[in-house]
């Protein structure tokens, strides 16, 4: 996942052309892109975007963070590989 540096003080939430600009598009492109479920849509009731989401949208998009088991947790590793072994027994069987 996209980190942004501790002094970044730029806004977190940003217009359609902000956004298009941020992700380095024509604003009409991340109209699409958002129509197609390849952004985020706008936060509801506002005209406003979250660049963490689109940071997360991007990630996702790009094949980054797929698969990062960096980012798991040891319980979620650990219940991961549990469920595996079980459905792994449950087909020997």
């Known amino acids: 996942m996209t980190h942004q540096p501790a002094n970044d003080n ?13 992700c380095g598009i024509t604003p009409t492109c991340f109209s699409m892109w958002v129509s197609s479920h390849k952004m985020p849509p ?38 991961r590989k549990r469920d595996a072994r079980k459905a792994q027994r449950a087909n020997e069987g």
Request: aromatic share 6%; hydrophobic share 35%.
């Open 42 to 79: 706008a936060i509801p009731g506002t005209r406003k975007w979250d660049k963490r989401a689109i940071d997360a949208k991007l990630d996702e998009i790009s094949g980054l963070g797929v698969n990062d088991n960096k980012a798991e947790g040891g319980l979620t590793e650990w219940r």
């Open 10 to 22: 730029s806004p977190r939430l940003m217009g359609r052309r902000d956004a298009a600009a941020y």
